[in-house]
């Protein structure tokens, strides 16, 4: 039973792991960030990290003991890798999702309660949120301010979307295989069906999702040649948009209806602020590109896919069907310890619980094909 000294160390040691985590990991997305402005937004959290890192090395020493030397964990060295190969978009989602795990973290430990930690850890998580949800492009050090909590103000997941197609592929095929594989068909009959099932499932995710982002590049284009058509027929009402949408923002009166006037003097930055304040698009983007979506898909999905037809190359009958299974189960288990990237959980939990599911939809298939094949059979 542990002491309540031990409880108390034990306690100090994890959030010194998660600073030391955050520090790093912010330190890297800055290193990696081509944009000035978004590099300093990075530095400036990581260097917050580091002063809460410091506070509960000096907990330490009042508890009379030393700091634990810890390094980063293998998670934050994993986003850390990704964002130097990929760029600092693919892990801001991960970043966002752990930062809001973490948000109430200090709320109730005593030794923060004097302090502005709580409050900087949940204004650093609507910050994280802010950038992983997309609006990256006109950051700077006022609004930071507001979101980190000094002035007393108060998502990119494009690495969640590609573990998930990867998933998606995988499961999806391995459960296909082994339904095939219960009805007992032949080793060229399942190489083909896995083949098969890989190209018809890569070419509909990667159309759902030209389609999706198409669909919503159109209807963002629809509504930005609407704002336009009202900003030139009435423009008297489209100036007293802005007037409200920056009293929202806490502005007064004269302040609001003098930034109104000024951006109203001309029509494309008037354009370009209203469709950013009011419609909430980003004119520069509008979702990206379809293609790009698509292409991404295709290969995310083929990826995951490919993992139960492998064995298919190599072997044959059993122990084809039996590879099969085991590398199936390997990639499920990759995926699940991927998937702690952005829920924090523990690697062998989340790893072994997608291991579970995938096992169990593989052996509803194969049970499922083994009684059609009987029945075809009899």
Known sequence: M??????????????LQGEIDSAALYRALAECESRPE???????????EERHAEFWRAQFRQAGTGAPELRPSWRTRLLIRIARLL????????AA???QIDRCQYDDQPETCDTGMPGQERSHARLLAELAGGRRNAWNGHQFASLEGRHRAGGGNALRAAVLGANDGLIS???????????????????LTGLAGLLAGACSMALGEWLSVQNARELYQQQIATERDELEMVPDEEAEELVLIYRAKGLDEPRARAMARDIMADKDHALDTLVREELGIDPDDLGGSAWLAAVTSFVVFSLGALLPVLPFLLLDGQAAVLACALFSAGGLFLIGALVTLFTGRGLLYSGLRQVAFGLGAAAITYGLGLWLGGAAAG
């Open 2 to 15: 542990p002491t309540d000294r031990q409880a108390h160390l034990e306690r100090y040691r994890r959030n």
């Open 38 to 48: 978004l590099a300093e937004l990075y530095r400036r959290l990581a260097a917050i």
């Open 87 to 94: 760029g600092p978009d693919w892990v801001v989602g991960a």
């Open 97 to 99: 999702s752990l930062e």
């Open 173 to 191: 095929n391995f459960s296909l295989v082994m339904g095939v594989a219960g009805a007992a068909f032949s080793a060229d009959a399942l190489l």
